[in-house]
């Protein structure tokens, strides 16, 4: 059983724990505001918000209900374009009418349900963050302009909205209908624990790649939904090693002030990967386990040498991320061993960072190939070095021999150049709907060339780089 | 409901966005299930060519509940659906000529039953080689209709005056419509075996018809019903009628209600896109730049029936030439079967296939000549008294003056002195500009189908009720026919309601498409709304014992002689209902002056054309290939546009959906005709990061033309060719960082690899 408030219904249902939210709401609870427009969290048009009380006070995310199964519902507190409606138009919806930024108006639930959603961030509202708001709605027909044009007249109308608990501000000037303040009260009502697992069951997390693979056979399979395990949810940083819990997602990492210390760009990489929603739900762990040749977290972690802390029966074992991989698909893990941290050094001063990613559209988009380099020098010296690629292979791979041949060399062009001819025989990049072999293997270069062309402006140059290893 | 004012907004909102905001917009999935319900799921061809060998339904006719499996066996009539050439079964039998197919329709009492029993379904086929390419389908003369040629002046002679002669070859790939809501329908029989079809098309008519002719009966048995669509842009003019067929066969077959909506991946996979073109030409020109002659022939990908295919190609050659001048013309176009889904219409209907190639041979030529692509095209430039291919003269002409007006706005040289300068310093990263003005002909080239009509009934409390051949999907259509009923009846737009498009209140209508719907509906609103005007009015001058010519109607109130008299307009309606004056009129328009001669390939097809000028500016990142477009600008021709915010949103949006298809969005299919970017993963369209920055649309402001509604010019697919520009800015660019590079075909879209793969090729 589940039980969660519903806009303003508190629902309790029998249905399977797998069926997904965006069933559940339009064809039980009949509210169908919420738009089908691709059931894999590529549109946007089934987005709602869905509220969990943290620290006394309702934070409220964006994610795409076509993936998100009922279990995770447990405990929150569900909104869909019907609990937002008021009789008069909020602000959002009123900006987007007066900009025309509806057409057809399928895709128009989704936008207002993120725009209404940015509304009660914690924050003062910007322009730029309203778009990011909105990254993973997709309109045909308007162009996006209109619709860029109504957030421009929604952020500049938030401007004296209290960036602490705003809700009751925000229900006093009619963004909000006024059952919202009430909600606190009531979700604490409600059991946030979730239903134990069945045996043999598969984990469950976000279920951003599980409902995109497997739809039909998720509603009923046996699942151990592990997304709300709320400690395994922290980041902090102890003895040296920087912690992530399994079921961090891609927003925890990109909110994360060690990480944010650790990576002072982390906020650029991570809006890379996926859109708001998505990340809202995608947990760290999933990425890892889905075993994606080009998952873009898995990039990341492997060129920090991560760790991963692995628990079966109260035993715990660590292993490096990189021999995590056997193979396409292939884990080092037993089926219902289970991811609970991950662990990286915390990088020195002497070290620097980067993250590249190329894939047909830059934002929403899975990638071509994509890199992270992890390098730390004295000098002109290269001291350690951890370079990553995806998309190339089978596995998300961890460039062994690169990496090692560039340990104790100095950085000049020639031994990049050097570097790379090692690269190209690390990789074995296959062409499909994502690139041609021949492309991705030319990517790859290039990638590699802008790890060193963005950490190290002044050394290197791509017409050197090009020229040297042409 | 007194005290209103007339209204006629410039600027009026679509009446849509209220509802659209709220979610409580209703689309075919929407509406509430009636009991008993079936829902369908459709068993398609896992191959592209060859034959069904053997089916067994046994386990899925068994699995719990399944109620019925539905093939070609159970269909009462014909088992065909193809609209222009009857090459299209609903149901395979035995020959299957694409992946995606359809084969049969499984009816169970919940969707997911339905798609589960679909896995139960075991087919043994016998494969044969499939054929995806245009030009290898032409070798073997596999063509869906005879080649046909459109010839202005003698282009064998007028090599010989040519200085300078290029050839080349351009392809461009299809393009996903990728309307938010897949395609669906939901029939349900009413009594005496009447079936009532709910459905997402763009041609309701089309429905019926199909549906009457596969059930067996009269057209007056199916009432086909079109509230709103979530997109069509072309994929739901002639492929939403497979769907609402089946629905109602299997209604027919079962006697209960039967939904069937496309899961997105099996929309992709079995409904066809733009057709992808290959083409070869061949470009002269004298020493002032002026092209003398073209020649070109268009292979179109037509995929495995013919669809609106040899429509389509026609629209190549009437726009064969864009909005150049060229006195020598041979265009040539092939509609070639391959084994891909049936390729249909896509905004621009394949004018932006045939402008492309014209746009790649400037270029081509440009580069062979040491100027810049814009000299060429500012030379040929079409004006008034020119002639275009097909034979009609060139009038109202905007193409220059679009193209000056884009020029002064945005000095030009001064845009190239900045991209010169940011090139000069800047090593990685490299802009590139590139102009594209077009032309484009409003009516639907097939003649017989320019005609529309309304019927308009006031109620006797002042209220209207307006039901048209328009369908409503985004465009603003239902918004502009308040518009002019209000403007024609002087009222308060808040009066009147556009009732759903349904085939029992307008019939025998044509498909909202080629861009005239609104002009084509809305002037038999305007013609239904006068005879009303005039009817009332008589009516007033009776009750005033005033003279008719002395009486008018302004903002709800009878005039005599420009003297506000005590008679409101609900006051009137009484007048006429007490009077059993009919509150009712029905009118029907058809294009005048319009006619073409398909055995000469000459005549007059076009109402009137629409001009503007567009320039692109974009910026390539050399290290990765990837790039942004820093700003369009645009000068269109909107003739008087009646409403601005409707006008502006078709011009951004078309925009985007060119730029879309020249750049990211890749349709691949491998050689064994298997779609692989088959989900909103692999196909990637437009997001808001993706468009670009700056888009600023100047309107023209021009007469506009008599055979446009209020002289406010068609804007559905005009700006959609403008993303044509995208392509020849990103090759600038390209150009800018590596010299050397010429593409061998120019062949679009340009995705981030191709860049990349110019910039090091």
């Given amino acids: 059983m589940v039980q969660f408030i519903l806009n303003t219904q508190t629902v309790q249902s029998e249905e399977p724990l797998g069926m997904t939210v965006l069933d559940f709401v339009r064809y039980h609870k009949h509210l169908r505001g919420t738009k089908i427009g691709c059931r894999e969290g590529d549109c946007g048009a089934c987005t709602i918000m869905v509220g969990s009380l943290v620290k006394g006070t309702m934070q409220y995310r964006s994610m795409t209900s076509c993936l998100m199964p009922l279990a995770n519902a447990q405990g929150k507190h569900i909104v869909t374009i019907e609990g937002f409606n008021m009789e008069q138009l909020n602000p959002a919806q009123q900006a987007l009418v007066n900009e025309g930024g509806t057409q057809c108006g399928f895709c128009t639930v989704g936008f207002i349900v993120s725009m209404t959603g940015y509304c009660m961030e914690n924050a003062q509202a910007t322009y730029d963050e309203a778009i990011a708001a909105i990254d993973g709605n997709i309109c045909r027909c308007t162009g996006y302009k209109s619709i860029e044009r109504a957030c421009q007249q929604l952020v500049k109308s938030l401007q004296k909205k209290p960036t602490q608990k705003p809700i009751e501000w925000l229900v006093k000037k009619k963004y909000l209908p006024a059952y919202f303040t009430t909600i606190p009260k009531r979700i604490k009502t409600i059991t946030a624990s979730q239903a134990k697992p069945k045996t043999n069951s598969i984990a469950v997390a976000g279920g951003t790649d599980l409902y995109v693979q497997r739809p039909e056979d998720m509603v009923t399979a046996p699942a151990n939904h592990v997304f709300n395990q709320n400690k395994l949810k922290t980041i902090y940083a102890k003895n040296g090693y920087v912690y992530i819990g399994a079921q961090a997602t891609a927003t925890d990492m990109l909110e994360s002030s060690i990480m944010q210390t650790c990576f002072p760009k982390m906020d650029e990489y991570m809006k890379l990967v996926s859109s708001t929603p998505i990340r809202n739900m995608g947990t760290v762990a999933g990425n890892f386990v889905n075993a994606s040749p080009i998952g873009d977290l898995t990039i990341f972690f492997l060129a920090l040498n991560s760790e991963i802390i692995l628990t079966l029966k109260n035993k715990e074992r660590t292993i490096l991320l990189k021999d995590f991989y056997k193979g396409y698909k292939k884990l080092s893990k037993k089926p219902t061993e289970l991811i609970h941290w991950i662990r990286f050094k915390k990088p020195s001063k002497n070290h620097v960072f980067n993250f590249e990613k190329v894939c047909k559209r830059t934002h929403l988009d899975i990638a071509s190939v994509n890199s992270a380099a992890h390098i730390s020098t004295k000098g002109k010296t290269i001291k350690e070095a951890h370079i990553s690629i995806g998309g190339v292979g089978p596995i998300p791979t961890y460039l062994n021999k690169t990496s090692s041949f560039l340990i104790d060399k100095k950085l000049t062009p020639a031994l990049i150049s050097e570097a790379h001819k090692i690269l190209n025989s690390e990789i074995s990049p296959i062409s499909d709907a994502r690139g041609s072999a021949d492309y991705k293997r030319l990517l790859a270069r290039q990638l590699f060339f802008a790890h060193f062309i963005t950490l190290f402006p002044s050394t290197f140059s791509l017409q050197q780089l090009v020229v040297e290893s042409a | ?761």
């Fill in chain 2, 1 to 761: 409901m007194k005290k209103r004012k007339a209204t006629h907004i410039p600027t009026m909102k679509n009446i849509d966005s209220h509802s659209h905001v709220r979610g409580e917009s209703i689309y075919v999935d929407d509406i509430p299930e009636r009991q008993g319900t079936l829902h369908a799921a459709v068993l398609m061809a896992s191959i592209a060519h060859g034959k069904i060998v053997s089916i067994n339904y046994t386990k899925a006719q068994k699995k719990e509940g399944v109620v019925r499996i539905i093939t070609s066996k159970d269909i009462p009539g014909e088992n065909q659906i193809g609209g222009i050439i009857p090459d299209e079964p609903l149901f395979a039998i035995n020959d299957i000529h694409f992946q995606g197919q359809p084969i049969a329709l499984v009816l169970a009492t919940t969707e997911s039953i339905a798609r589960e029993a679909l896995h139960d379904i075991n087919i043994s086929y016998k494969e044969r080689p499939a054929i995806v390419d245009p030009i290898e389908a032409f070798k073997k003369g596999h063509l869906h209709i005879p080649s046909r040629t459109f010839k202005l002046g003698n282009t064998t002679n007028a090599w010989k005056k040519c200085t300078h002669i290029i050839e080349g070859k351009a392809d461009t790939d299809g393009q996903e419509h990728l309307y938010l809501e897949t395609q669906g329908a939901y029939a349900y029989p009413v009594e005496n075996g009447h079936i009532t079809i709910t459905s997402s098309t763009q041609g309701p008519t089309a429905l019926q018809r199909t549906a009457a002719k596969v059930l067996d009966i009269p057209m007056h048995k199916i009432e086909v019903d079109v509230r709103r669509l979530g997109g069509g842009f072309g994929g739901k003019e002639d492929q939403a009628t497979a769907w609402g067929v089946m629905a109602a066969l299997g209604a027919t077959v079962c006697k209960c209600p039967v939904k069937l909506i496309l899961h997105r991946m099996d929309d992709m996979k079995m409904t066809g896109k733009r057709n992808p073109y290959r083409s070869t030409y061949k470009i002269g020109l004298d020493k002032q730049l002026n092209i003398l002659a073209y020649e070109a022939d268009f292979y179109q990908n037509a995929g495995a029936a013919a669809d609106l295919s040899p429509a389509i190609l026609e629209r190549t050659l009437f726009h064969c030439n864009n909005a150049y001048y060229i006195p020598h013309v041979t265009a040539r176009a092939h509609s070639c079967i391959t084994n891909i889904p049936p390729n249909t219409a896509f905004r621009g209907f394949g004018g932006p296939q045939g402008m492309f190639v014209i746009e790649a041979a400037i270029a081509k030529a440009a580069r062979q000549l040491g100027v810049k692509s814009r000299d060429i095209q500012k030379q040929n430039l079409l004006e008034n008294g020119h002639v275009f291919p097909y034979g009609q003269k060139v009038e109202e002409c905007q193409a220059k003056p679009t193209w000056s007006a884009l020029e002064k706005k945005q000095s030009l040289k001064k845009i190239q002195n900045n991209i010169d300068q940011y090139n000069a310093t800047e090593k990685h990263y490299k802009k590139g500009l590139a102009l594209m003005p077009i032309c484009f002909g409003i009516s639907f080239t097939n003649t017989p189908m320019n005609h529309a009509r309304a019927l308009v009934h006031i109620y006797q409390d002042g209220s209207i009720g307006i039901s048209t051949a328009a369908v409503e999907m985004g465009q603003g259509v239902n918004t502009k026919m308040v518009q002019v009923a209000a403007k024609t009846l002087s009222v308060d737009a808040a009066r009147i309601k556009i009732e759903s498009t349904n085939t029992t209140r307008v019939a025998n209508t044509s498909p909202s498409a080629a861009s005239s719907t609104a002009d084509l509906n809305g002037k038999a609103v305007e013609m239904a709304c006068q005879a009303l005007r005039t009817r009332l009015l008589n009516v007033a001058a009776k009750s005033l014992a005033a003279k008719p010519a002395t009486v008018t109607l302004q903002e709800e109130v009878v005039y005599t002689n420009n003297k506000k008299t005590k008679i409101h307009w609900e006051d009137l309606v009484q007048l006429a209902f007490l009077a059993r004056v009919s509150l009712t009129e029905n009118a029907h328009y058809a294009t005048p002056k319009i006619h073409f001669d398909k055995s000469k390939e000459k005549g007059h097809p076009f109402a009137y054309h629409v001009y503007g000028t567009a320039a692109f500016v974009v910026t390539v990142d050399c290290i990765r290939g990837t790039y942004e477009f820093d700003a369009v600008d645009v000068v269109h021709d909107f003739g008087t546009s009646m409403n601005r915010i409707i006008d502006l949103g078709q011009m951004e949006g078309g925009l985007v959906q060119g730029i879309g298809w020249m750049t990211m969005e890749e349709l691949l299919y491998n050689k064994d005709g298997r779609l692989l970017s088959n989900a909103l993963s692999t196909y990637k369209i437009p997001d808001i990061y993706s468009v670009p920055k700056e888009i600023n649309v100047t309107f023209l402001n021009t007469d506009g033309n008599d055979m446009a509604i209020f002289r406010s010019k068609a804007v559905g697919e005009p700006p959609l060719l403008y993303g044509i520009g995208a392509y020849f800015a990103l090759l600038d660019a390209i150009q800018q960082f590596n010299p050397a590079f010429e593409p061998e075909i120019y062949h679009a879209p340009l995705t981030p690899e191709k860049v990349l793969m110019g910039l090091y090729g």
